[in-house]
């Protein structure tokens, strides 16, 4: 009998995404469970309880809209309408002399109360989400929890400030679409992690996914493709496919084809929604390359005038990309980006540039009189003391992404690039967003310019978690354990000290290919972004694995409360991560 439990113990355990070493042992009651991790946590005795009677008071007029918020977020799960006033036991107030930073805050609990003090409302929110993740896990309920809870959290004094200020998550939307009811629960979840930015990954060689009014084909062909392949070959795709499950029209139009795309009245919500969670979302139009829905819609862009032969399916480098040689493609794009900008408040605008086949370029007469008008001749150049060799086409590349640069900043916009944009020379002012294992993310400081970090593999979450994600068909790319997660380090190993300050911070990436729902999303990014809100919040070498688990364990009861479909730590025999629907082999309306 012995020998059956111990082989019934072992197949469960085989199958875990960590290290049996690193398994999380229970928390103590005075532990903390808060991620990312706080700067200073000190508990003390004794409880706050929510009751109907509660009040919470907004003690500066900044802090109303984040009192009302967390009024409406406690509401949701527990039913009760808590008032929100002048004074009450729930206490925020907005202190621009408080030394925390602009997104610290300090966090006093006691049985008599709450007191969040920060100095500004951002400060005041992530307090609040730390008050929250205090809270009994239900808290999350997406609805009024049935069940009999008393609705406390332990007595305790918080200091907490972020590392840095660029905290993000990426999401292609492009080769899968999500709706927007799917996009403002991703917004939702990554607040608990306190995130501040939303990199909205729009368009792509599958499909263009914002509405743009000046140029409707845009999405009215762009958007739509004949078929939703998820393999990375046709031949993957016996093994089955799996479209949403809800909102079915969002994905397939009259004509059976497969797609969707944002209204701007469906952009805007979307930005308001992610603003009230103090979210900033970065929208990338990719240029030059990347860009076949685009071309597919208006090949007269392309260096050929020619329309390429059909909407791709699946993932890769494809050629008809935007032609520089042209005077007309910057009109178009000048005219897209106006929209653009009209949709999105924030600072920064993504505009690609990575993975551009140059070849039309090569034998495009109007593009090889650009490169000779503009001077744009091969060279090689040193920086930090290595080599780099940069040919025209390249300069063409940084040429067009300097361009449109100057367009966005004379409308108040900074861009970000894909480390491409380092090949060709980064066009002062522009940031550089480094992907590339095999390349060296110090360019970008060494030349002066700010670098956000989101390196393979630690920052891809398509990725899968361990060995036993690859037997499903939606896992993309290779392996990416939570330790090697956990383990990341926004910092570039032997970057100049004093030249930290261009590190504005690091963000998770997750690109769709194989991603036909959101269920698939969130099994990818939770609980994995739970290192990465750790890596970009908390002080380098503050760290330890093992209590990160055992807050993980406990963001997992907070996942499950709230209907994400975040990955188990552990994969039981039998576990389906989706609900799998067989598509009907016939094209056609379902």
């Known amino acids: 009998m012995k020998k059956l439990l111990l082989v019934v113990l072992l197949a469960v355990f085989s199958a875990t995404a960590f290290p049996l070493s690193a398994a999380p042992k229970a928390a103590k009651n005075s532990e903390n469970t808060i991620v990312p991790q706080p700067v200073s946590y000190k508990a003390a005795s004794g409880k706050f309880v929510f009751r109907p009677s509660t009040t919470i008071a907004a003690q500066s007029p900044e802090a109303l809209p984040v009192a009302k918020y967390f009024a409406k977020e406690i509401e949701r799960a527990t039913g009760m309408k808590l008032e929100v006033g002048k004074s009450g036991q729930v206490r925020l107030r907005i202190d621009p002399a408080a030394k925390t930073g602009d997104e610290g805050y300090k966090l006093d609990v006691s049985s008599a109360g709450i007191s969040v003090v920060a100095k500004t409302p951002a400060g005041l929110f992530y307090g609040l989400q730390t008050v929250r993740q205090m809270m009994p896990p239900e808290i999350y309920s997406r609805k009024p929890v049935k069940e009999k809870i008393e609705w406390s959290l332990p007595a305790a004094k918080i200091t907490d400030s972020p590392r840095f200020a660029w905290r993000g998550a990426h999401l292609d939307v492009a080769r899968h679409f999500y709706t927007k009811e799917e996009v403002k629960k991703f917004i939702d979840t990554l607040s608990w992690h306190k995130i501040n930015r939303f990199h909205w990954h729009l368009t792509e060689d599958q499909g263009w996914r914002l509405e743009i009014k000046k140029y409707p084909k845009l999405t009215e062909i762009g958007a739509w493709r004949d078929n939703m392949l998820i393999g990375e070959t046709p031949k993957e795709e016996p093994r089955g496919q799996y479209p949403l499950e809800k909102n079915d029209s969002a994905c397939w139009n009259s004509k059976g084809e497969y797609g969707g795309f944002y209204t701007q009245k469906d952009v805007k919500e979307i930005v308001a929604y992610a603003a009230e969670r103090f979210i900033t979302i970065v929208p990338e139009i990719e240029i030059p390359g990347h860009a076949r829905a685009a071309m597919y819609s208006y090949p007269e862009y392309t260096c050929t005038g020619n329309r390429p032969g059909k909407m791709p399916l699946v993932g890769g480098v494809y050629g008809q990309v935007y032609c520089p040689g042209k005077e007309k493609t910057f009109k178009f794009l000048e005219d897209v980006f106006t929209e653009v900008l009209a949709l999105f408040p924030g600072k920064y605008i993504h505009l690609g540039a990575d993975e551009c086949p140059k070849g039309d370029w090569k034998n495009c007469p109007a593009c090889q009189k650009r490169i000779k008008e503009e001077k744009l001749e091969p060279e090689e150049v040193v920086v930090a003391g290595k080599t780099h060799k940069r040919s025209a086409e390249d300069k ?165 409360a709230a209907g994400v479909n975040a990955r188990p730590t552990v994969i039981p025999d039998g576990y389906k991560p989706y609900k799998k629907y067989d598509a009907p082999k016939t094209k056609g309306k379902r």
């Not at 030349?447 to 036993?468: F, H, M, Q, S």
């Open 396 to 560: 063409l590349q940084s040429y067009t992404i300097a361009r449109m640069q100057k367009f966005l900043e004379s409308k108040g916009r900074k861009i970000i690039a894909w480390d491409e944009i380092t090949e060709g020379g980064i066009p002062k002012g522009c940031t550089v967003m480094h992907w590339r294992e095999y390349t060296d993310p110090k360019i970008a400081p060494n030349c002066g310019e700010d670098l956000i970090v989101c390196t393979r593999p630690k920052c891809y979450y398509n990725w899968g978690y361990d060995k036993a994600d690859r037997k499903f068909l939606f896992s993309q790319g290779g392996i990416m354990p939570m330790k090697q997660a956990f383990d990341f380090e926004p910092i570039p190993g032997g970057l100049d000290p004093k030249l930290e300050k261009h590190v504005l911070g690091a963000q998770a990436c997750f690109w769709g290919e194989k991603a036909q729902n959101a269920q698939i999303v969130e099994f990818h990014f939770f609980p994995r972004m739970c290192a990465m809100s750790e890596s970009v919040w908390c002080r380098k070498g503050t760290r330890d694995f093992e209590s990160f688990m055992r807050r993980v364990e406990a963001q997992q009861k907070r996942y499950a």
